[in-house]
Structures are given as C-alpha cells and as structure tokens.
C-alpha cells in the first residue's frame, strides 16, 4: 500500500463551483470582471457595507467577528424576517450558512482583472429537485449580482482614483 496518492488544489473559485454542484445549488454565476482582485475583493468582503446592494433582498447583514475569519451574522430582509448566518471570510472566498440557506461569493485573479462568482440554495437535501428547476432564474439573478459587484466596486475604485502599478 503506498501513500503516493494525488493531491490537488482547487481555487476559491473552482472550490464554489464544486460545491454548488454538490448543493444542486438554485444560483450559480461566475464572470470575469475588468477590475483588479484587490478592488472587487474589498467591495464584495465588506459585507455588513455593500452585501444589501449586491442583494435586492436584503435590508441590512450584522457581523459579530468570533475569530479573525470567522463571524456569526444576522441577515434582515425587506418584510421583517430575519436569519442568523454563520461565516467563514478569507482572502477571495467567503461562505455564509443559515440552517436553511447557503450563500457565497469567490474571487482569483484572472489576467489584468478577475474571476468572480456567486452561490445560492438551499442546505436541505429534498430541495435539489426544486433548486434544479429554478437554476435558469438562479443563474440569472447570479450574472446581476456580479454586474452588481462589478458597478459597486466601479464606483468605489474609479479607474482615475486607483493607485499606479509598479513597473518592471
């Protein structure tokens, strides 16, 4: 018996994607965005700031840090309901749970700009044909996130207001 077995990485990306198929995920969207990692990456992690513009759903998401990566969230939509939310946030991944929902958003850098996608469904195993049947919607719905993402962080980072790259 040998212990050669092959080990592999997978990106933040990479990482959703598989864990949306695993989920029968209802939404899932990724998009290359003409904006550097940092800039998208600072927009979409400040999530108490700009997930409620990325989320037409959403009113307002409260974090209480429990570690530096992790944190305890209450999410508030629009007609008064509200979930609590555990999340695991690092550089270019980002998972948020309910005991019904699961959300989250990755991003790599990709060239001059970046990769940048989105999950949603639902935790509850019985859901998978339902989340199915919804994927075109969800998908959908993923793709204006991430023109979302994308004006949100045009805004905060115009391309006149972005710090010089260094030169070889």
Same mark, same amino acid.
């Given at each position: 018996m040998t212990d050669d077995w092959p080990v592999t990485e997978l990106d933040p990306v990479r990482r959703?994607?598989? *864990?949306?198929?695993g989920l029968n995920a209802?939404?899932?969207? $990724?998009?290359?965005? $003409?904006?550097p990692f940092a800039d998208v990456w600072a927009v979409v992690s400040d999530l108490e700031?700009?997930?409620?513009?990325?989320?037409?759903?959403l009113r307002a998401f409260r974090t209480s840090p429990t570690t530096p990566?992790?944190? %305890?969230?209450w999410a508030y939509g629009p007609f008064g309901h509200s979930a609590r939310f555990d999340v695991l946030l690092q550089p270019g991944w980002? *998972?948020?749970? %309910? =005991?019904?929902?699961?959300?989250?958003?990755?991003?790599? @850098?990709e060239g001059a700009g970046t990769r940048f996608a989105v999950l949603g469904g639902l935790r509850q195993g019985w859901a998978g044909p339902a989340q #199915?049947? *919804? #994927? @075109? *919607? =969800?998908t959908a719905r993923g793709h204006r996130m991430i023109a979302r993402a994308q004006h949100r962080t045009a805004l905060r980072y115009p @391309? $006149? #207001?972005? @710090?010089?790259?260094p030169t070889g």
């Amino acid at each position: 018996m040998t212990d050669d077995w092959p080990v592999t990485e997978l990106d933040p990306v990479r990482r959703l994607r598989v *864990l949306a198929a695993g989920l029968n995920a209802a939404m899932y969207a $990724d998009a290359h965005l $003409d904006l550097p990692f940092a800039d998208v990456w600072a927009v979409v992690s400040d999530l108490e700031g700009e997930l409620p513009h990325l989320l037409p759903t959403l009113r307002a998401f409260r974090t209480s840090p429990t570690t530096p990566t992790r944190s %305890s969230a209450w999410a508030y939509g629009p007609f008064g309901h509200s979930a609590r939310f555990d999340v695991l946030l690092q550089p270019g991944w980002c *998972l948020m749970q %309910s =005991g019904c929902v699961v959300g989250g958003m990755a991003a790599v @850098p990709e060239g001059a700009g970046t990769r940048f996608a989105v999950l949603g469904g639902l935790r509850q195993g019985w859901a998978g044909p339902a989340q #199915r049947a *919804l #994927r @075109p *919607l =969800g998908t959908a719905r993923g793709h204006r996130m991430i023109a979302r993402a994308q004006h949100r962080t045009a805004l905060r980072y115009p @391309p $006149d #207001r972005r @710090p010089m790259e260094p030169t070889g």
